[in-house]
C-alpha cells in the first residue's frame, strides 16, 4: 500500500450514490486504500494484467 492524499471517490458520493442506486444504506467506511480509480477494460490486457497506472503520485 502506498501513503496518499488523493482521492478517486469521495463518501458523500457514495453515501447519495449506494441509496439511490441499489436501494440500501451506505456501509460505513472503517478504512481506505489505495485503488486504482478508474479501472475498465481499455486498462487490462492479455493475460490479465492492469494498465493506465502512469498518472500515479
Request: no cysteine; net charge negative.
Amino acid at each position: 500500500m502506498a501513503a496518499t492524499d488523493r482521492v478517486a471517490v469521495r463518501p458523500q458520493y457514495m453515501d447519495r450514490s449506494i441509496p439511490e442506486f441499489l436501494g440500501i444504506p451506505a456501509p460505513a467506511v472503517t478504512s481506505w486504500t489505495t485503488a486504482h480509480g478508474d479501472l475498465h477494460w481499455a486498462n487490462l490486457t492479455e493475460p490479465l494484467r492492469i494498465l493506465d497506472w502512469e498518472g500515479w503520485g
